[in-house]
């Protein structure tokens, strides 16, 4: 049977974290290669790395931690934030990472998923959906939450899927960072909308949280960054959690 | 001893060639080498062969096929010399007769079945998406065959292995060798094939964690 997957997020910005595990005994709390790596081995189903580097002169940071993580993690590698055209996917792909996620270039440019997919294949193209509630509908932003390109969310979702993306990567913008769980109705409304395997996304605040991201929210996996990190949580607490509620987990 | 994994082009290959890394840390009395290449005289001089492969089966086959003698030199080194490959994901599909993927293409023809697309059954499935992805079980049947006992040697009675396809091999069961199975969207599947030299997964070991490193050090271990 398929199990659910738990997928902690990091931050990086110029190669380093922003937001991160405080466990006793890390050498260097903002190293991601070492944070990773705690992840894995704690039975991460898959890592995330959302790079928020902002000035163009250090995007290229972000390589090196792909690369350096996939010598030291035999788990799944996504990496997005920032990722504008096919070359720029091609090249994490090529420093190690096993799926790509692409949220502003998928909104402007509709050739970048569709392209991508046909080289790459379906399998490494995650498309990061952040939607924001509108009256009784959700518009897709872009830039970081910055720009509201008035899309309806549940109709990109299934534009998405056509195009040829593997996953959807769906951020909730009111919920994320607030800690009241994820927006189940936007989940469920766009799981039941593709046949893709969606990720829930933002304001997860405890382990009740991501239950519910599964089991009312229909996602097929879980994304979560703060409970996991200052050792809030771990993630064999968290899948011990699910285990117990009746969520099939590896474990 | 040699290992190549061999380089057609299918896309990334770097976590193939990590994993391998690792696993070959673990078992330093064997002086493990291992090469990315398509090179004829790297796979005549390999004692093992790993195929991986990624997107799709018409994709593959293609590249695989339009590197100059690259299918001739494949097939002495493994049904006539018996050397072990290791086929992940579309790896393994390749081994089948057909490939019903974007209209249809011979495979290498070492297994015979057809590669075919998941067919989902929803008033059976517990899960209805495609591509499957994430952690599956993969339930080894190995019957005493040594080779294939060797090469689940150390893991557990059902492990976890990551997966990403939304194609399947669907074998001809006329043939006799050992297989593993998984269960998605309402029905089981050949997730593994074990037939003497030539082993395929249609999961990824280079992604699965520790019981994917042990798989790949059984394999280096044959």
New interface residues.
């Given amino acids: 049977?398929?199990?659910?997957?738990i997928i902690p997020c990091l931050d990086v910005k110029n190669g380093r974290v922003v937001k991160g595990i405080n466990f006793l005994g890390l050498k260097d709390a903002g190293d991601p290669v070492e944070q990773a790596k705690i992840y894995?081995d704690g039975g991460a189903?898959e890592i995330c790395f959302l790079d928020i580097t902002a000035s163009n002169e250090n995007r290229d940071t972000i390589y090196d931690v792909v690369k350096q993580t996939?010598?030291k993690c035999?788990?799944?590698l996504t990496v997005g934030g920032g990722v504008r055209s096919v070359e720029d996917i091609s090249k994490l792909?090529?420093?190690?990472?096993?799926k790509v996620s692409i949220n502003t270039a998928a909104v402007e440019n509709s050739k970048v998923v569709i392209d991508s997919s046909k080289?790459?294949?379906?399998?490494?193209i995650v498309v990061a959906i952040d939607a924001k509630k509108n009256g009784d509908k959700w518009e897709v932003f872009t830039h970081g939450g910055r720009n509201n390109s008035g899309i309806d969310a549940l109709e990109y979702a299934k534009q998405m899927e056509e195009n040829g993306a593997?996953?959807l990567l769906v951020t909730s913008m009111d919920r994320d960072g607030t800690q009241v769980g994820y927006d189940i109705d936007l989940m469920s409304k766009i799981s039941s909308k593709v046949?893709?395997?969606i990720i829930a996304s933002g304001g997860v605040g405890n382990l009740d949280h991501l239950v519910d991201g599964i089991k009312l929210g229909n996602a097929?996996?879980v994304l979560a960054a703060s409970i996991f990190h200052y050792g809030k949580h771990s993630i064999k607490e968290a899948k011990e959690y699910l285990d117990s509620k009746g969520i099939p987990v590896?474990i | 001893m040699n290992v190549t994994i061999v380089d057609y082009y299918s896309?990334?290959v770097?976590?193939v060639l990590?994993?391998f890394?690792?696993a070959a840390k673990y078992k330093p009395n064997l002086n493990i080498k291992i090469k990315l290449s398509n090179k004829l005289e790297d796979i005549k001089n390999a004692d093992k062969l790993v195929l991986p492969g990624?997107?799709?089966f018409k994709n593959c086959i293609n590249s695989l096929k339009g590197i100059d003698g690259l299918e001739e030199i494949l097939k002495e080194q493994v049904l006539v010399k018996k050397k072990f490959i290791l086929g992940i994901c579309v790896g393994m599909q390749m081994f089948a007769d057909y490939g019903e993927e974007d209209g249809g293409s011979e495979g290498l023809g070492w297994i015979s079945g057809t590669v075919k697309k998941i067919k989902?059954f929803p008033e059976h499935a517990?899960?209805?998406?495609?591509?499957?992805?994430?952690?599956?079980?993969v339930t080894f049947f190995p019957n005493g065959i040594p080779i294939a006992e060797k090469f689940i040697n150390r893991l557990d009675q059902n492990p976890?292995f990551?997966?990403?396809?939304?194609y399947i091999f669907h074998p001809k069961n006329t043939e006799n060798y050992t297989r593993g199975e998984t269960?998605?969207a309402g029905q089981k599947f050949m997730s593994a094939v074990i037939k003497e030299n030539i082993i395929g997964t249609q999961f990824h070991p280079?992604?699965?964690?520790?019981d994917?490193?042990l798989m790949i050090q059984n394999f280096l271990t044959l």
């Avoid at chain 2, 990551?162 to 939304?166: I, Q, W």
């Avoid at chain 2, 280079?206 to 520790?210: P, R």
Wanted: net charge neutral.
């Fill in positions: 049977m398929l199990k659910n997957r894995s189903d996939s010598e035999f788990v799944p792909l090529n420093y190690g990472a096993d080289k790459f294949g379906s399998q490494c593997g996953e046949n893709i395997p097929n996996a590896r | 896309g990334n770097s976590s990590n994993s890394k690792e990624q997107g799709s989902i517990d899960v209805t998406k495609l591509p499957h992805i994430g952690w599956n079980q976890h990551y997966f990403v396809h939304s269960y998605y280079e992604k699965s964690g520790n994917g490193l």
